[in-house]
């Protein structure tokens, strides 16, 4: 059974950092592409960050570019996403995301709300 779990939102100060973290199962990790969406209220599901299966390639949203950094483990099958110099604009479900021309799987996502 495939399954991605994330976790590590929460509610944090603009400024402020988290770290989200996605464990994956029940396919081959090191065969896809490993994405974080986010959808604020109201908007659209954006691609936030991409790795490669590799996990050496990476690209970003140019909302977050220089903000975030997304890693991944093949070893532990996780992919994480370090969230530092948080906006109000931020504030959104987190979701990840695995990708291969085959199809693709969804995590139930993480909600990160940005406020003081």
């Known amino acids: 059974q495939v399954q991605l779990v994330e976790s590590g939102g929460g509610l944090v100060q603009p400024g402020g950092s988290l770290r989200l973290s996605c464990a994956a199962s029940?396919?081959?990790?090191?065969?896809?592409?490993m994405n974080w969406y986010r959808q604020a209220p109201g908007k659209e599901r954006e691609l936030v960050a991409r790795i490669g299966s590799t996990g050496i390639t990476a690209n970003y949203a140019d909302s977050v570019k220089g903000r975030f950094t997304i890693s991944s483990d093949n070893a532990k099958n996780t992919v994480d996403l370090q969230l530092n110099s948080l906006k109000p604009e931020d504030t959104a479900v987190y979701y990840c995301?695995?990708?291969?021309?085959?199809?693709?799987?969804w995590g139930q996502g993480t909600q990160v709300t940005v406020s003081s």
């Open positions: 029940g396919f081959t990790f090191s065969n896809y592409l």
């Open positions: 995301n695995a990708y291969r021309w085959s199809g693709d799987y």
